[in-house]
């Protein structure tokens, strides 16, 4: 579906892009209208659609709603296998899948599912991969192989003070056990075990991200007072062994919130705290780490590492409340504002990102209005290089096969999973 074709292969783009010869943003054209009405791409690129919503599995369940995060592996035979997030709150769907398989709470039917393709992006298989989970959004990977997915719900099965049952029920339905968690999917095998990694903090998780030299995990929240969390496991590669949660502060200004007013471009020494109260009853954990001085961003969401550094998105921060993206240099231990949009039409809500292979961010818009897929050079340059024809649900889930050739992204709702490439 989609796109004309490119005299130049990707591959060979890539090569001139990383031998600076030419900028991919200079590169790429205006997006062509799609015929089939789902993605718009510059003239040369085209796409398919693959394990959409509602289609039957491998495994004989069917796809689930709702495709958030989603990472990338290698596979045997230059396959790619992908990791994918399903945001589904017990309200939206009941779960069905009875005592069939292992599952964290038969209350709740997020999750995640796997996909192999194969060279030619062929789907080879798809299955259910974690169960039972609530609202599982964003997520990363680890240096081992695995995918860490997520909870941006932070329900109980049992009201908070002051609210009976009744009242609470239409906000996050009835559960059998707490949620506001992180799960580890190994990327190579089957059903994960559900088992929630609750050192690593309860609260409204979105993203992570690991330093591949030091195994820490870097974490962000879903909340407009937001901290940066910091997970030193006991031992790496064994998350479920513990570990310590600390909180980003920014040295000079303890407790600054960066969403307004915050300099563009200027390094911040920052420190870390340690968090006691891990497992809080409730949605707490960041009134802890704001007590002890951490720092404040407005929607913590995507996350990713980029050859020594870590980006993340901040939904609503900046002087326009349409987004911001900071980046944090690991071993300086310094936090910068990458870029602030001025505006929607720039840059509308910024959520899922990650680095693409010819050196750029690639964002994606969970905004009000249209959704782009938003380019954006070292230098801080935008451009866009897709937008959603179908409806305006958000992108998600961005990311690349390991041989560079193939971008994939998700919509939202309805769920579909699409493979971007050139030719």
């Known amino acids: 579906m989609g796109g004309a074709v490119l005299a130049t292969p990707l591959k060979n783009l890539y090569t001139n892009l990383a031998e600076g ?17 789902i993605l718009d791409l510059p003239a040369g690129f085209k796409y398919q659609i693959i394990s959409p919503v509602g289609a039957k599995m491998s495994d004989g369940h069917t796809v689930p709603n709702q495709h958030d995060g989603m990472a990338a592996f290698a596979g045997k035979k230059g396959r790619t296998i992908l990791v994918r997030n399903h945001e589904v709150h017990p309200l939206q769907a009941v779960n069905k899948l009875g005592d069939t398989i292992p599952q964290y ?55 908070p003070p002051g609210y009976s049952l009744e009242q609470v029920l239409p906000h996050w339905g009835k559960v059998e056990q707490k949620h506001g968690y992180n799960f580890e999917v190994p990327a190579k095998g089957r059903l994960a075990k ?37 997970f030193r496991p006991n031992r790496p590669k064994n998350l479920l062994a513990g570990g310590t949660l600390e909180a980003m502060i920014i040295a000079d200004v303890p407790r600054v919130d960066t969403g307004t007013n915050f300099p563009i471009g200027k390094p911040q020494q920052v420190s870390w705290v340690q968090l006691e109260d891990v497992d809080p009853e409730h949605d707490t954990l960041r009134y802890e780490a704001q007590q002890k001085g951490a720092a404040v961003f407005r929607r913590g969401e995507g ?108 919509i939202y709702n309805p769920g579909m999973t699409l493979a971007i490439w050139g030719y």
């Open 21 to 37: 010869r030419i900028a991919f943003a200079d590169k790429i054209g205006a997006l062509v209208p799609d015929p089939q009405g």
């Open 194 to 230: 559900p088992v929630p990694l609750v050192a690593m903090g309860r609260f409204r998780h979105e993203a992570i991200a690991t330093d591949p030299k030091t195994g820490y995990i870097y974490q962000t929240e879903d909340r407009v007072d937001s901290c940066i969390y910091r």
């Open 105 to 159: 709470d038969k209350s709740c039917s997020g999750g995640t599912t796997t996909l192999v393709l194969d060279r030619e992006r062929n789907l080879l298989e798809h299955y259910l991969s974690l169960a039972g989970t609530n609202r599982n959004c964003a997520g990363g990977t680890t240096p081992w192989g695995s995918w860490i997915s997520c909870e941006e719900e932070i329900s109980t099965p049992y009201p």
């Open 303 to 410: 996350m990713c590492y980029a050859n020594g550094e870590l980006y993340w998105t901040a939904t609503n921060g900046g002087a326009a409340q349409v987004g911001q993206i900071f980046r944090y240099n690991l071993a300086k231990d310094t936090v910068e504002l990458f870029v602030e949009s001025p505006g929607a039409g720039v840059l509308d809500y910024p959520d899922n990102l990650t680095l693409a292979p010819f050196g750029d961010l690639v964002v994606c818009e969970d905004g009000k209005d249209e959704q782009f897929l938003i380019g954006i050079t070292p230098e801080g340059s935008y451009y866009k290089i897709a937008r959603n024809a179908l409806n305006a649900s958000e992108f998600a889930g961005i990311c690349f096969a390991p041989d560079g050739k193939t971008m994939f992204v998700n």
